[in-house]
């Protein structure tokens, strides 16, 4: 178990770019979850997949913002045209679905995002 | 899904137990009670969970009253690396319905 990783730990942008995050699971999970943090707040859901189908959006997920996890494993997500407000922590989190009905969700360290 | 109340900050001796209330008056019969923390700059990471029975694990105790309206989670030898904001959170068991809060910063004093 190496744990949830994500890449970049930091990323400072200008208003306006493009950025990707990348979020490498722990291998044998099949869910894999995205949320953002604020200061002071906590993680708010923003989408989630079951292997390498993306079951829900949540409605703070905008149309300049996109995630991916081709072929149920890595998954990257994507932030066209950032502006100032996007500024936060993303988190990744994954977990192993199986019969039991409590789900454990195992968190990466986040990528810190800025916009200038 | 079940909100839940907790206080924004405690402070706890190096050591000493650490208790950490959590109201959720409005939780439903088959809603589980689950604490995570996050220390600073890191994911948050989970700490337990339980329905209506106490439960142990290696990190902490949960307590959670008859009436399942509160719960206590309890270090019971408090480390400077408790230092976290501590999240109680409700949910029938996905993850997708855990909603985190502002939960408790939790600091530990040498």
């Known amino acids: 178990d190496t744990g949830v990783s994500q890449d970049p730990r930091h990323k400072i942008t200008k208003r306006g770019q493009n950025v990707t995050f990348r979020c490498d699971p722990i291998s044998e999970h099949n869910r894999l979850y995205w949320y953002r943090q604020t200061l002071g707040q906590g993680p708010e859901f923003l989408t989630y997949?079951?292997?390498?189908?993306?079951?829900?959006k949540s409605r703070l997920l905008s149309d300049r913002f996109s995630a991916e996890r081709p072929k149920g494993s890595f998954s990257t997500l994507e932030i066209q045209r950032t502006e100032q407000g996007d500024s936060a922590m993303y988190l990744c989190?994954?977990?192993?679905?199986?019969?039991?009905?409590?789900?454990?969700?195992?968190f990466g360290s986040g990528t810190q995002l800025s916009v200038l | 899904d079940a909100k839940t109340t907790q206080p924004p900050s405690m402070d706890c001796a190096e050591g000493r137990a650490a208790n950490l209330p959590c109201n959720h008056s409005t939780i439903s019969g088959n809603e589980y009670v689950y604490w995570y923390r996050q220390i600073h700059s890191q994911g948050p990471q989970y700490i337990i969970h339980g329905l209506k029975n106490n439960e142990t694990n290696e990190m902490a105790s949960l307590i959670i009253t008859e009436d399942r309206k509160s719960s206590t989670l309890i270090l019971p030898h408090a480390t400077l690396r408790d230092t976290a904001v501590y999240y109680c959170?409700?949910?029938?068991?996905?993850?997708?319905?855990?909603?985190f809060g502002s939960g408790t910063q939790l600091t530990v004093l040498p």
């Open positions: 997949f079951q292997n390498e189908a993306q079951l829900e």
């Open positions: 989190a994954s977990s192993l679905v199986s019969r039991g009905p409590n789900e454990k969700l195992f």
């Open positions: 959170i409700v949910g029938s068991g996905s993850a997708r319905q855990l909603t």
